[in-house]
């Protein structure tokens, strides 16, 4: 099972690129900037990485991505993703970034996403993998703020498929942002958000996402499982869900592998992804991985979860046919 999850050809479509900076690349940058860090070793950085929910690893994500700082920077997180991105086999990939994570600490937004696309550019020629940019608000900060950050990548809007939200959800439903959502779906940007798993509120803050907001898409979400109407809602609609097991290991009590089990046999579109790699320890295959032994996958059902994938993705109908028609002929 193991060798079929790493031949099998993978999106991925809810990964914090801020949370793919692995240790190492963390020291070079911090040394390359002249920023002392708290840590002597990628050990010693490795075991202060102890969350249990949503705040204490957003803490922690905060805290690593200070030695961002240039655009080479920003280039070399990228790269580093999707050169690993390359040896699973994923073949495609809608990455976030978090923009108002680095402009609120004095790094210029072009300066962000100048460095993110050029590797993306680069990927593609010499990798093979294809990406586009997600733009994630974060929902701790005003909703001022967040429209600020849309007007200000407008002049960048050909580098950027969608919107999302992110960050930490207690007390920041939805409907905070919705003005800021109407401006992005009339700039043409589609529209997703987190609705993380297990929050005060999920069920009401799914019902805006999908009815005040109006959603393309969900990440996280498996709480509609608590609800017969929001699943009845997300198959009309045909919403995917971008899950992320290992992430719900760390912040919640569990991988939450049945309720991925159960979505899948209900028949919503439900999907496998990393979140943030660096920080859980598993990129998409280690999640694929992880999740088939918990539940005994069979190959189908795994091509199953990347035909749901390739199927959401914010590509036009023919790269999607593409791409399925990959999954289908390895499957056979
Ligand atoms: N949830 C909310 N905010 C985040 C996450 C997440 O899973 N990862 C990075 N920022
Ligand atoms: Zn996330």
């Given at each position: 099972?193991?060798?079929?999850?790493?031949?099998?050809?993978?999106?991925?479509?809810?990964?914090?690129?801020?949370?793919?900076?692995?240790?190492?690349?963390?020291?070079?940058?911090?040394?390359?900037?002249?920023?002392?860090?708290?840590?002597?070793?990628?050990?010693?950085?490795?075991?202060?990485?102890?969350?249990?929910?949503?705040?204490?690893?957003?803490?922690?994500?905060?805290?690593?991505?200070?030695?961002?700082?240039?655009?080479?920077?920003?280039?070399?997180?990228?790269?580093?993703?999707?050169?690993?991105?390359?040896?699973?086999?994923?073949r495609y990939a809608e990455i976030f970034f978090d923009p108002q994570a680095h402009t609120s600490r004095g790094v210029p937004f072009d300066v962000?996403?100048?460095?993110?696309?050029?590797?993306?550019?680069?990927?593609?020629?010499?990798?093979?993998v294809r990406a586009q940019l997600i733009?994630?608000?974060?929902?701790?900060?005003?909703?001022?703020?967040?429209?600020?950050?849309?007007?200000?990548?407008?002049?960048?809007k050909e580098w950027i498929v969608g919107i999302g939200l992110d960050s930490d959800e207690k007390g920041n439903p939805p409907a905070k942002f919705a003005a800021v959502y109407e401006r992005a779906r009339q700039e043409g940007y589609l529209l997703t958000m987190h609705c993380d798993v297990d929050q005060d509120n999920s069920i009401e803050h799914i019902r805006q996402a999908i009815e005040e907001i109006g959603v393309d898409r969900i990440d996280h979400g498996v709480?509609?499982?608590?609800?017969?109407?929001?699943?009845?809602l997300v198959l009309a609609r045909g919403i995917g869900l971008t899950c992320c097991p290992i992430s719900n290991g760390y912040v919640t009590?569990?991988?939450?592998?049945?309720?991925?089990?159960?979505?899948m046999e209900l028949g919503v579109r439900v999907t496998v992804n990393s979140d943030d790699p660096a920080y859980f320890n598993g990129y998409v295959g280690e999640n694929l991985v992880a999740l088939q032994e918990e539940l005994q996958l069979t190959r189908e059902e795994l091509a199953r979860l990347e035909r749901n994938a390739f199927e959401?993705?914010?590509?036009?109908?023919?790269?999607?046919?593409a791409y399925l028609a990959e999954v289908d002929a390895y499957l056979a």
């Open positions: 099972m193991k060798d079929f999850i790493a031949g099998l050809p993978k999106c991925e479509l809810h990964l914090h690129i801020e949370g793919t900076l692995e240790p190492e690349l963390k020291f070079d940058l911090a040394r390359r900037n002249g920023i002392a860090l708290p840590y002597t070793s990628v050990e010693e950085m490795r075991a202060a990485y102890s969350f249990d929910d949503l705040p204490s690893f957003l803490t922690v994500y905060y805290e690593g991505m200070q030695v961002l700082r240039t655009e080479p920077d920003f280039y070399d997180l990228a790269m580093a993703y999707l050169r690993k991105a390359a040896e699973q086999n994923v962000v996403i100048r460095g993110l696309r050029r590797a993306l550019i680069d990927a593609d020629r010499q990798l093979g733009m994630c608000f974060l929902r701790d900060f005003q909703a001022e703020y967040a429209m600020a950050t849309l007007l200000e990548s407008l002049p960048y709480n509609i499982l608590e609800d017969q109407r929001l699943v009845d009590d569990s991988m939450k592998a049945e309720g991925i089990r159960k979505l959401i993705t914010w590509l036009p109908r023919h790269l999607k046919d």
